[in-house]
């Protein structure tokens, strides 16, 4: 029996002593505050504040400000807000950001505000001038401005007998249900947990007899997605200059970059024109990229004479793969296959045609 004696006085000194809770006129309430973002450890780049509709009806933002002081200043950061959260939905808030961590959901608001992780207070305003209450328990409590308020960690000011957990680089000041419960008190509303950002788009939540959502409608969505089938060649004219009947020109490099994202790979072929006013004997030599594999005419470095449609192409080289991300590069020389023949001189031209094909 002693004990519940000994109890009892300290809990009438706490009823009188904690501050006014200050619910929220709107249904708007802080539901979730990030700290750590982009820290050592942190799962996200960015500090967050989320918002959460707890009413039965849409708010406008316009004009309205997330703020924050430091856990014993009075000095406050504002963000201006835009627009409006529906019933049952969140409004995600980024803020000031780091290296570490995956990027937020797409933000409904952004900032620059960087948040402490040990202590501080987080104010929803509906105005965007700066507060300058917060040195003491409930000074905020008492402005018509304030629509909610968070202390954690030591902070000065509050909601209630206490304020919510300090945060880390991996836990966020979470309240409880899904943002519906706001009792008034910061100590016992919010827990510190794995942060899980929420933002406009995110599902709906209900807080007993509040309106998820309004009557829906499904769309079936479609999309085709084609395969990725490109090839660029090392130079657009492959030049030999001047030779005479009997030569042998050294051979030109043209080197060939396919991409292709086909699973089971591509084929990369060959044919050319005939040379005008007389053909020549055109041919070529290649090497396959890492994985991939010559065609048999070319293997052991061989060069191949390059055929005339309506011959078929000639197979440069296949792939069982998926090109590499920046493409496959096939190293190939365009040369002739014996020496030139006695023709008369002038200035001979061809067209040589790669050909990409996805299997």
């Known amino acids: 029996m002693s004990r519940f004696r000994l109890l009892l006085p300290l809990l009438a000194l706490l009823l009188v002593a904690a501050p006014a809770a200050h619910g929220s006129a709107s249904g708007v309430v802080l539901s979730q505050v990030f700290a750590g973002g982009g820290n050592s450890g942190a799962p996200f780049t960015n500090d967050f504040v989320e918002l959460f509709n707890a009413g039965p009806g849409a708010v406008d933002l316009n004009g309205w400000s997330v703020q924050y002081a430091s856990a ?57 001038t700066a507060l300058t209450c917060g040195a003491s328990a409930g000074s905020c409590s008492s402005s018509a401005e304030v629509e909610d308020l968070v202390g954690y960690g030591p902070a000065s000011d509050y909601e209630g007998a206490g304020a919510a957990p300090a945060l880390s680089s991996s836990t966020a000041a979470s309240r409880a249900g899904s943002g519906c419960t706001d009792t008034g008190s910061n100590a016992a509303d919010f827990a510190s947990l794995a942060p899980s950002p929420r933002n406009s788009s995110s599902p709906a939540a209900s807080c007993g007899g509040v309106p998820a959502a309004g009557p829906s409608q499904d769309a079936a969505v479609e999309i085709d997605i084609q395969p990725v089938l490109s090839i660029a060649l090392e130079r657009p004219t492959v030049s030999f200059g001047s030779a005479v009947a009997g030569d042998t020109p050294s051979p030109v490099s043209e080197r060939v970059t396919v991409v292709s994202n086909n699973a089971a790979g591509y084929s990369l072929t060959v044919h050319r024109s005939v040379f005008t006013p007389a053909d020549l004997p055109l041919g070529i030599a290649a090497t396959a990229p890492s994985g991939a594999q010559l065609g048999g005419a070319l293997a052991g470095g061989a060069r191949a004479a390059i055929p005339i449609p309506p011959a078929a192409d000639l197979t440069v080289g296949t792939s069982s793969n998926r090109s590499a991300d920046a493409g496959d ?22 067209t040589v045609t790669y050909t990409l094909i996805g299997r």
């Not at 959260?85 to 409904?108: K, M, R």
């Open 72 to 128: 014993s200043g009075s000095s406050w950061q504002t963000t201006p807000l835009a627009g409006s959260i529906s019933p049952g939905h969140y409004f995600l808030v980024q803020l000031a950001s780091g290296s570490e961590g995956s990027a937020l959901p797409t933000p409904d608001a952004t900032g620059t505000t960087n948040l402490a992780q040990s202590g501080g207070k987080v104010a929803l305003v509906r105005s965007d």
């Open 329 to 350: 590069e096939w190293p190939t020389t365009l040369g002739f296959t014996s020496a030139l023949p006695a023709v008369a001189a002038g200035h001979y031209t061809a």
